[in-house]
């Protein structure tokens, strides 16, 4: 096919070269006029033998705004015309080649200071940028340069002047080549993460919770940071603080789906009201995990009925019939944004009839009037639900049945609606990062049908999207497409991880541990460590990313350290551990200054910082003083505990080969406890290891 491409400037006349493409958004846009062609060597070829600049739009299938320009621009014949006559254009979807997107988004930001999706690129036919941006308009309006516009004054540029755009994309190039290395010899510690907590402190919302003022995003790794930051300093009662007040603001906000369940991806304002309404399984892993450590730390009810109505959510709405988990729910539906969410008052009361009705209104702020567009957005924000209940003369058990059976007919109701574009790709890195939030959720409320969910999910990864030992990164209508990057790699690894810390099935210990080598394998960089974006053999790009930001989601360098400490930790393979504290050197430059971009990192520094404790439990399954042990450890919070549980220590020394010689004593379950690399005597008394921990 991809040599059609030199021959033929489409597929047919009604379909361009999209049609072959698997990906979602890519699809959207396979009868758009622009004579699109999929990322390749032969598109860039194209390119030299007709001596055109390549345009590069990066976007994804819940993108609103990539929807918007779609609309403008790629189905406008104007627009496509001169794009077909004066460039090769080239649709890439982010999810699916995110290192593509890593690359040329840092030329956006480089450029402009901002960046987003859609991503706009131009480029030479040697992948050189010369200049981005992100949502252009067709024609200009707000200060905003049109379409139409940038690309004819581009293409005269490049045909003009083609020495100048030379030097423009060469010297782009040197700017996005990593800088001189650091002192190798100086580390993060212990400062980073004081001005890590003051920055959050400063920048927290005590209002509303949550950081900074709108758009307002749940980043949930900024309160597992606060979490443990809680911990190694002995219960800081701020910190704690900072994380309940932003769970339970989101919680109320209209952010959160108040009928269905699940969290949009972030709020337009400051209160968390009115959301951009897109969903994506990313976030509601991150914050499953969010809701469950702030439940083990405060046994908040609240965290853990929100955490059981989203993974209802994800079961209902996001999960496939195999087990994998797909990727996002648009924000749009019937071109509209919210419009599958939003309600106006007199829906609502003759769904729910007058009386009812009412009620539901005060709770949930419904007015004539509305809150977004002239509609509501159900939210909790300004509500009292004790003065509620004892204005109507209810209990607040009696109020809270009367509004479920409120919301159920709501729900009943909302489901006859048009539903939005769901991205059924199943991409392996947000898979992991479910998988391994369910199995922890699973531990800590004790419920073994979320186990079971993430176990599920696994095999579905094990089974479809590894090949020749290689982690793959998306599986779509039975297609498998890419070698995976580090975020796979490191991300899977955190789920195998958290599925032995929940089972002790040392199948999956095993597994953590050969992908920790197999990272070490195909991303590390021997010379100044840091694990790079992609393999060393995957396709070159114009430089090799190491990213470290965490951003929407903690990076994949930052997911890595974490496990290599864990993975060191629970094997006493102490060069799992010297790889992370090298990282710790390796980006201390990056960290420095900016250390509330990169709290997932600093919680590894964290975890280094804090004394550890390694607990070696052997005994049967099931024998009521083992499960006793078990059942308290994996309720309460401590991210510095390494737990192994056996009853076949000899076998799970193949793993962990400190265990040699560890065995039951008496006959009973035996407990192993080491402190900061010392060792406790075994001991059968469990209410004792129970006192000491």
């Known amino acids: ?45 194209k390119a030299k033998q007709e001596n055109k600049p390549v345009f590069l739009s990066i976007g994804y299938s819940t993108c609103h705004w990539c929807h918007v320009m779609a609309h403008e621009s790629f189905e406008d014949e104007q627009v496509a015309k001169l794009l077909n006559e004066r460039f090769v254009s080239i649709k890439v979807d982010r999810e699916e080649r995110p290192d593509i997107d890593s690359v040329y988004m840092r030329v956006c930001q480089l450029l402009t200071g901002q960046g987003g999706w859609p991503l706009s690129v131009f480029l030479t036919p040697d992948q050189k940028p010369f200049y981005a941006g992100t949502y252009f308009p067709k024609t200009s309006r707000h200060g905003m340069p049109g379409f139409m516009d940038v690309i004819t004054q581009l ?61 307002k995003f749940p980043t949930p790794h900024n309160l597992m940071f606060l979490m443990r930051y809680h911990i190694w300093k002995q219960g800081d009662a701020d910190a704690l603080k900072m994380v309940e007040k932003t769970l339970n603001a989101m919680a109320d906000g209209g952010i959160y789906d108040q009928i269905g369940f699940g969290f949009a991806r972030y709020s337009t304002d400051r209160k968390w009201l009115v959301p951009h309404f897109e969903k994506m399984l990313y976030d509601h892993a991150l914050l499953l995990t969010a809701y469950t450590e702030a439940y083990q730390l405060t046994g908040n009810r609240r965290f853990k009925e929100i955490s059981e109505q989203m993974i209802e959510f994800v079961k209902r709405e996001m999960t496939s019939e195999q087990g994998g988990f797909y990727s996002a729910i648009d924000a749009d539906s019937e071109g509209i944004e919210g419009k599958y969410y939003v309600w106006d008052w007199d829906e609502m009361l003759t769904t729910l009839g007058q009386e009812d009705g009412e ?11 509305g809150n977004f567009e002239g509609k509501n957005v159900p939210n909790l924000i300004d509500t009292d639900l004790d003065a509620l209940a004892e204005k109507h003369h209810l209990t607040r058990q ?7 059976q409120a919301r159920k007919k709501l729900f009943q109701k909302r489901s006859q609606r048009i539903y939005p574009h769901v991205d059924d790709k199943i991409l392996t890195s947000w898979n992991a990062m479910m998988i391994a939030a369910l199995a922890q959720a699973g531990r800590v409320y004790g419920d073994m049908e979320y186990v079971n969910m993430a176990r599920t999910a696994m095999e ?21 497409k890419n070698k995976g990057f580090i ?21 999956f210990l095993q597994k953590g541990k050969k992908l920790a080598k197999d990272m070490l394998d195909w991303f590390w960089d021997p010379e100044n460590g840091g694990f790079y974006f992609t393999a060393h053999d995957a396709e070159e790009l114009i430089v090799r990313d190491k990213e470290i930001y965490d951003g ?29 504290e090298k990282m710790f050197q390796t980006f201390k430059d990056q960290v420095e200054g900016y250390e509330t971009g990169h709290t997932y990192f600093l919680l590894s520094v964290m975890l280094l910082e804090m004394p550890s404790k390694e607990i070696v439990i052997i005994g049967e399954a099931g024998e009521e003083n083992r499960e006793k ?35 039951m004593k008496n006959g009973q379950t035996t407990v192993y406890i080491c402190e900061n690399f010392s060792c406790h005597q075994p001991t059968n008394d469990i209410d004792e290891v129970l006192d000491q921990l």
């Open 460 to 480: 579905f990864i094990e089974d479809k999207l590894i090949e020749n030992g290689r982690v793959m990164v998306r599986f779509r209508d039975g297609e498998v």
């Open 552 to 580: 929407a989601i903690p990076s994949g360098n930052s997911v890595a350290a974490e496990q290599l400490i864990r993975i060191s930790r629970l094997t006493g393979e102490v060069e799992f551990e010297e790889k992370a």
């Open 1 to 45: 096919m991809m040599k059609d491409y030199l021959t033929k400037d489409r597929y047919s006349n009604h379909f361009n070269w999209l049609v072959k493409s698997q990906s979602p958004y890519l699809q959207q846009h396979q009868t758009n006029p622009v004579n699109w062609l999929e990322w390749s060597e032969e598109a860039f070829e």
């Open 359 to 369: 009620l539901y209104a005060e709770a949930y702020g419904i007015t004539a009037t």
């Open 155 to 215: 293409y005269d540029k490049y045909q003009k002047n083609p020495e100048k755009i030379a030097d423009v994309s060469d010297k782009i190039i040197e700017n996005l080549k990593p800088s001189v290395q650091s002192d190798q010899k100086q580390s993060l510690g212990t400062a980073h993460l004081e001005k890590a907590y003051k920055q959050l402190s400063r920048s927290f919302d005590s209002k509303y919770g949550g950081f900074s003022g709108a758009p």
């Open 398 to 404: 009696q109020l809270q049945e009367k509004l479920e």
């Open 629 to 663: 042990l078990l059942r308290k450890l994996q309720e309460t919070f401590h991210p510095q505990y390494a737990i192994l549980a056996t009853s076949n220590p000899e076998r799970l020394s193949k793993q962990a080969s400190f265990l040699k010689g560890y065995q």
């Open 487 to 507: 975020d796979d790699y490191a991300y899977l690894m955190r789920a195998y991880l958290e599925l032995y810390e929940t089972t002790f099935n040392d199948d």
